[in-house]
């Protein structure tokens, strides 16, 4: 597709429930980000994917968070036992270089 | 420790004003400076910067960068109402791939 497809837009979990969020990077996009943003404020990276392969995962809470980038599906990105602290918008990314990249219009979750 | 650094935090201008967004930063190795715009959602890419003193231009819009002195400007002329926005700076670097966003800037335009 022309743009980057974040899915579900909202997800809302008791605290300790799983959380799966979804990305469909731009066709012919070979690279893949995650980026958790918590109330506004800075863009925290996650995890970042060259086609399935994990690039860069130094932002990621390796206890609780996974994702995946499997051939002919969207990316995920989970959350086991989420928190409340776990409460953010989380943006995926997808870019041809590993420069420039095109954000989704992200999944809020929120942990009650 | 990586960080980036935007200022002002907030600004409220009227329709017409010119307005300076500063980004500093302070990182290893580093690459590249990008501005982004985010309205209500995505981030909507404006510039990528690598060299200093060359200014990136695009409609009102302009960008330059100063790799002595670690920080970058983005400027924007005869500023109208549909410019209001969060103004993202990031920083990359030379290895792995991830940006280093600072915490914006919010920009109001008042009619």
């Known amino acids: 597709g022309e743009e980057v497809a974040q899915t579900p837009k909202h997800l809302v979990r008791g605290e300790g429930q799983k959380a799966k969020l979804y990305c469909a990077p731009i066709k012919g996009h070979s690279y893949v980000f995650w980026y958790q943003q918590v109330l506004k404020n800075e863009f925290k990276f996650l995890i970042s994917?060259?086609?399935?392969?994990?690039?860069?995962e130094t932002g990621m809470p390796k206890e609780r968070f996974s994702a995946k980038c499997l051939p002919n599906s969207p990316c995920s990105l989970e959350i086991q036992a989420t928190k409340l602290e776990d409460s953010a918008v989380y943006f995926c990314?997808?870019?041809?270089?590993?420069?420039?990249?095109?954000f989704g219009e992200g999944s809020r979750l929120t942990v009650l | 420790e990586d960080k980036v650094v935007q200022s002002p935090l907030s600004l409220v201008v009227h329709e017409g004003d010119t307005v300076t967004l500063n980004c500093s930063y302070e990182v290893t190795n580093f690459r590249s400076l990008l501005w982004y715009k985010q309205e209500k959602k995505a981030p909507t890419f404006l510039f990528m910067l690598t060299s200093s003193g060359i200014e990136k231009k695009s409609g009102r819009l302009s960008s330059i960068l100063d790799k002595k002195e670690l920080f970058s400007i983005l400027n924007i002329t005869a500023t109208q109402t549909g410019d209001s926005a969060v103004y993202l700076c990031?920083?990359?670097?030379?290895?792995?791939?991830?940006?280093?966003f600072g915490a914006g800037t919010i920009l109001r335009v008042k009619s």
């Open positions: 990314a997808s870019s041809q270089s590993r420069w420039e990249l095109f």
């Open positions: 994917f060259q086609n399935e392969n994990v690039f860069d």
């Open positions: 990031a920083v990359t670097m030379e290895y792995g791939n991830k940006l280093v």
